[in-house]
């Protein structure tokens, strides 16, 4: 029974001795592969095509990402980052590494992002994968495929066709005169629109409108609440220079209501506003004519 439990605790003593050693192993294969990927960035970005290609194994297949030409093997691998280079002049390289993953001893997967920043300025960003390959010791690329990272639009840029309404507008008929104020909400997200309408000079209502841009939904989006307690939700679409907002509200008393109010832009202080398709628990109420807006107040 003795022997027998002094060979099992060789045994564990010899797997745990294997497992140090490969994890030692792995974090060297790991810190050469690191080591391997920060020379390549200098080499692309010292514009040496030589260099570059020494960091590929010798039948490596290299697709050029901008023409679609593949070509085989680290001499043809030069001459396309020769031509790469003649092209395209002082480009930088940045590569932002998200994972390096072991298949096997010799074999090891990276993923990441690799930009190009040109001259003017704009840089272009592509996700990748590389495969290494460990021969004689040495880590080398065989292989990447690169995938065009696709650019978001954020919310600002959504919206930036509505920014001809940042700025104080009035319009007045008779007795009565509207007045909104449009801004942007901080990070230019949002756009905040306050409305007050006054009568003979006395403030009958007053409201605040927030619009957005609804990724989801992927339309421009609006949410309104007055002071006599009624909100609106609408959908924003714009046709040629006119906005189309389809509104549906919910009135203070709890009536519901819709509506599709028109903007059409004259010139960058005057649009001209209408309200048709105007309905109240299935009750057809009249249109609305066209009323003239204009900008009293630009934004400082």
Request: contains cysteine; glycine residues 6%.
């Amino acid at each position: 029974m003795k022997c027998f439990v002094r060979v099992v605790l060789v045994c564990v003593a010899m797997v745990g001795g294997a497992r140090n050693v490969i994890a030692a192993d792995r974090a060297a294969d790991l810190a050469a592969i690191e080591k391997a990927i920060e020379s390549y960035t200098i080499a692309f970005n010292a514009g040496d095509s030589k260099l570059l290609a020494a960091h590929w194994a010798p039948e490596a297949v290299y697709t050029n990402p901008l023409t679609g030409n593949q070509v085989v093997g680290r001499e043809a691998i030069a001459n396309e980052f020769k031509d790469i280079f003649a092209d395209l002049k002082d480009i930088k390289l940045t590569v932002d590494v998200e994972s390096i993953r072991f298949i096997s001893p010799s074999v090891a997967v990276e993923q990441g992002v690799a930009t190009l920043l040109s001259t003017d300025g704009q840089p272009q960003g592509n996700s990748y994968t590389a495969i290494h390959v460990k021969r004689n010791g040495k880590w080398l690329l065989d292989r990447v495929t690169e995938e065009e990272v696709p650019v978001v639009p954020s919310h600002y840029d959504q919206l930036k066709d509505l920014e001809w309404m940042i700025g104080t507008w009035l319009d007045s008929a008779e007795n009565d005169q509207i007045e909104t104020t449009c801004q942007w909400a901080r990070n230019n997200n949002f756009i905040i629109r306050s409305f007050k309408v006054s009568v003979q000079d006395r403030i009958d209502m007053s409201g605040l409108q927030i619009i957005g841009w609804d990724p989801a939904a992927g339309k421009i989006r609006s949410w309104a609440f007055d002071s006599d307690g009624g909100f609106a939700e609408g959908t924003w679409t714009k046709k040629d220079d006119r906005w189309v907002v389809e509104s549906n509200a919910t009135l203070p008393d709890g009536k519901k209501g819709s509506s599709i109010n028109i903007m059409t832009v004259v010139d960058a202080n005057t649009f001209r506003w209408q309200a048709t398709g105007r309905e109240v628990d299935g009750t057809i109420l009249p249109n609305i004519d066209e009323i003239k807006v204009t900008r009293v107040a630009v934004p400082e």
